[in-house]
């Protein structure tokens, strides 16, 4: 996933988002206040199906995969509980909850967020081997717990692409989406679900297979596999938050609307399908269209809808344009974006206090690969330093304030450098090579 946590903070109203068909001036993306110098639809029109798509729904849509993993609208926004918004698509079924966030407690089959760097045990105690560590404030999904160790901790298991470990809940925090994916590949009655490929390998099968490697992931939880050619297209379109867990082994199986066999496994919120007809490397792996059939079987109206306002049709396009980078003085977070599209986004090191980095907007005017850098006077300042060999360096502001490499590791999120924003060496290259001279710089708290 190119940035999982995009939804941050308070969304916008979906209702008026549906209503206003307005410009990101207007109605930012979900959780920023956009500058106005970004210029971009918050809803558009698919004529293909006659549907409209608007914030925070299409937000989420085009940062998780677009047509390729949740295909197009087929359904109109619509209540489906209180408080609560559906819309149905091709490939799955969006909900929308604006009041889902801000629970303290962590539940299993919601979001969570690491507080530190821990290690992950493959059981729930100290007992357990280490199988992982995670970095602080990595998201992750719960999915068994809470289980008591001989200490009295409380103990979670928690997913993400990594696969499973299990940590102790003193370390997490709670992080939901308030979008979620409801889409159910089976009835949880189905008799299919007794079929072999449904049935949880024993304990000991899973133990035999041996530790995750980069071609297969277990996971305990579901008793379940995820290697190739399923495994690259999970980790790559969203993993356990777009997809869920694995709930089968791979098999053979025919796709209802082609009447054709394909190698197929089941997930939570997925059926991929491994299509080797298809002549691009990109288009092999393709979920089954299960939000057209749950459609059907629960009779949501899929005819075409009036375009609302002024939305334009969607094209890609609408959504590149300017390149600008926002920094976030009191996250000590660095996001870069191209229209509203999230290229990378870090933690930083900004100005100490005494050397604060200015708030303000600026345009990258000067770029080196590689520098010395300097300030005050050897045993006349007691501020003086000399760092050679400053990789990857932007200047935005005269006075040598300037976007650049650097190694503190253990320092990330914390404001200690002299004004400069300091970013991990190899984002800081990336940076370096997308951002030409005159980007913009937005730096705020």
């Given at each position: 996933m190119?940035?999982?946590?995009?939804?941050?903070?308070?969304?916008?109203?979906?209702?008026?988002?549906l209503a206003s068909g307005?410009?990101?001036?207007?109605?930012?993306?979900?959780g920023?206040?956009?500058?106005s110098?970004?210029?971009?639809?918050?809803?558009?029109?698919?004529?293909?199906?006659?549907?409209n798509?608007?914030?925070?729904?299409l937000?989420y849509?085009?940062?998780?995969?677009g047509?390729?993993?949740?295909?197009?609208?087929?359904?109109?926004?619509f209540?489906?509980?209180p408080?609560?918004?559906?819309?149905?698509?091709?490939?799955?079924?969006?909900?929308?909850?604006p009041?889902?966030?801000?629970e303290a407690?962590?539940?299993v089959?919601?979001?969570a967020a690491?507080?530190?760097?821990?290690?992950?045990?493959?059981?729930p105690?100290?007992?357990?081997?280490?199988?992982?560590v995670?970095?602080?404030a990595?998201?992750v999904?719960?999915?068994?717990g809470p289980v008591k160790?001989?200490?009295?901790r409380?103990?979670?298991e928690?997913?993400?692409?990594?696969g499973?470990?299990w940590?102790?809940?003193?370390?997490?925090?709670?992080d939901?989406?308030?979008i979620?994916?409801?889409?159910?590949?089976l009835?949880?009655?189905?008799?299919?679900?007794e079929?072999w490929p449904?049935?949880p390998l024993?304990?000991?099968?899973?133990?035999?297979?041996?530790?995750?490697?980069?071609?297969?992931?277990?996971?305990?939880?579901?008793?379940h596999?995820?290697?190739?050619?399923?495994?690259?297209?999970?980790?790559e379109?969203?993993?356990?938050?777009?997809f869920?867990?694995p709930i089968s082994?791979?098999?053979?199986?025919?796709?209802?609307d082609?009447?054709?066999?394909?190698?197929?496994?089941?997930?939570?919120?997925?059926r991929?399908?491994?299509?080797?007809?298809?002549?691009?490397?990109?288009?092999?792996?393709?979920p089954?269209?299960l939000?057209?059939?749950?459609a059907?079987?629960?009779?949501v109206?899929t005819?075409?809808?009036?375009?609302?306002?002024d939305a334009?049709?969607y094209s890609?396009d609408?959504?590149t344009?300017?390149?600008?980078?926002?920094?976030?003085?009191?996250?000590?977070?660095?996001t870069?974006?191209d229209?509203?599209?999230?290229?990378?986004?870090?933690l930083?090191?900004?100005?100490?206090q005494?050397?604060e980095?200015?708030?303000?907007t600026y345009?990258?005017?000067?770029?080196?690969?590689i520098t010395?850098?300097t300030?005050?006077?050897q045993g006349?300042?007691?501020w003086?330093?000399?760092?050679?060999d400053?990789p990857?360096?932007?200047?935005?502001?005269a006075g040598?304030?300037?976007?650049?490499?650097?190694?503190?590791?253990?320092?990330?999120?914390?404001?200690?450098?002299?004004g400069c924003?300091?970013?991990?060496?190899?984002?800081?290259?990336?940076l370096?090579?997308?951002?030409?001279?005159?980007t913009?710089?937005?730096?705020?708290y």
């Amino acid at each position: 996933m190119r940035w999982t946590r995009v939804l941050l903070g308070v969304l916008c109203g979906l209702a008026l988002a549906l209503a206003s068909g307005g410009r990101a001036g207007e109605a930012a993306p979900p959780g920023h206040e956009m500058p106005s110098w970004v210029d971009v639809p918050t809803q558009v029109y698919f004529p293909q199906t006659g549907h409209n798509l608007a914030d925070p729904l299409l937000y989420y849509w085009r940062e998780n995969g677009g047509a390729a993993v949740f295909g197009l609208p087929i359904s109109e926004p619509f209540p489906a509980g209180p408080n609560l918004v559906a819309q149905y698509f091709e490939k799955t079924i969006l909900e929308y909850r604006p009041n889902s966030g801000g629970e303290a407690g962590l539940a299993v089959g919601y979001g969570a967020a690491t507080t530190s760097d821990l290690n992950l045990r493959a059981g729930p105690g100290t007992t357990f081997g280490a199988v992982r560590v995670l970095d602080n404030a990595e998201r992750v999904r719960l999915v068994a717990g809470p289980v008591k160790d001989a200490q009295g901790r409380t103990w979670y298991e928690v997913a993400g692409d990594f696969g499973t470990g299990w940590s102790v809940g003193d370390y997490l925090q709670r992080d939901d989406d308030p979008i979620q994916i409801t889409t159910q590949p089976l009835d949880p009655k189905s008799p299919q679900l007794e079929a072999w490929p449904f049935k949880p390998l024993a304990p000991i099968v899973l133990g035999a297979i041996g530790p995750d490697r980069d071609d297969l992931t277990v996971f305990p939880t579901t008793g379940h596999t995820l290697g190739q050619p399923f495994k690259k297209y999970w980790e790559e379109h969203g993993g356990v938050f777009v997809f869920g867990l694995p709930i089968s082994e791979p098999f053979q199986e025919v796709n209802p609307d082609n009447g054709q066999k394909y190698l197929t496994q089941y997930f939570e919120h997925a059926r991929l399908e491994y299509h080797p007809e298809n002549p691009g490397a990109d288009d092999k792996v393709l979920p089954a269209a299960l939000g057209r059939w749950a459609a059907a079987a629960a009779g949501v109206s899929t005819a075409a809808a009036a375009r609302k306002g002024d939305a334009p049709d969607y094209s890609p396009d609408l959504f590149t344009g300017v390149k600008w980078i926002e920094v976030n003085l009191s996250e000590q977070r660095l996001t870069a974006f191209d229209g509203d599209e999230v290229l990378l986004t870090t933690l930083v090191r900004s100005g100490k206090q005494g050397w604060e980095t200015p708030p303000g907007t600026y345009r990258i005017f000067s770029k080196v690969p590689i520098t010395d850098m300097t300030l005050g006077v050897q045993g006349v300042d007691p501020w003086y330093y000399y760092t050679p060999d400053v990789p990857w360096v932007m200047y935005f502001l005269a006075g040598g304030f300037a976007i650049h490499g650097a190694v503190y590791d253990a320092e990330w999120g914390t404001p200690t450098s002299h004004g400069c924003i300091n970013v991990p060496v190899d984002l800081a290259k990336t940076l370096y090579d997308w951002a030409p001279v005159g980007t913009l710089v937005w730096i705020h708290y």
